[in-house]
Nanobody
Framework: QVQLVESGGGLVQAGESLRLSCAAS????????MGWYRQAPGKQRDLVAT???????KYADSVKGRFTISRDNAKNMAYLQMNSLKPEDTADYYC?????????????WGQGTQVTVSS
């Protein structure tokens, strides 16, 4: 059983920064993709950023240049550094782990952490 636990959410003002962390535990292939998705009230869950175990990253256009995803494979951790936060970044942020590789043969989600950006 794979568990993902997010941390680091909170309330900040526009222009400030937050760093989200995701700890993965359990048994899974080392060739995988970890990612962050977000869901605002009344909206669908959208991709924020993903990172393959090789280090290849993908970002949503709305966060390029402001957010940085990273991971520590030895610790099974993923991070999302969020800078220059905007009110429209307000959402629940979810950690995801899937694989093997870029597939979704297995697909796990965390419980989410709330990020609120005030104007």
């Amino acid at each position: 059983q794979v568990q993902l636990v997010e941390s680091g959410g909170g309330l900040v003002q526009a222009g400030e920064s937050l760093r989200l962390s995701c700890a993965a535990s359990g048994s899974f292939f080392s060739n995988n993709v970890m990612g962050w998705y977000r869901q605002a009230p009344g909206k669908q869950r959208d991709l924020v950023a993903t990172i393959h175990s090789s280090g290849t990253t993908k970002y949503a256009d709305s966060v390029k240049g402001r957010f940085t995803i990273s991971r520590d494979n030895a610790k099974n951790m993923a991070y999302l550094q969020m800078n220059s936060l905007k009110p429209e970044d307000t959402a629940d942020y979810y950690c995801n782990l899937r694989g093997p590789g870029w597939t979704a043969v297995y697909d796990y989600w965390g419980q989410g952490t709330q990020v609120t950006v005030s104007s």
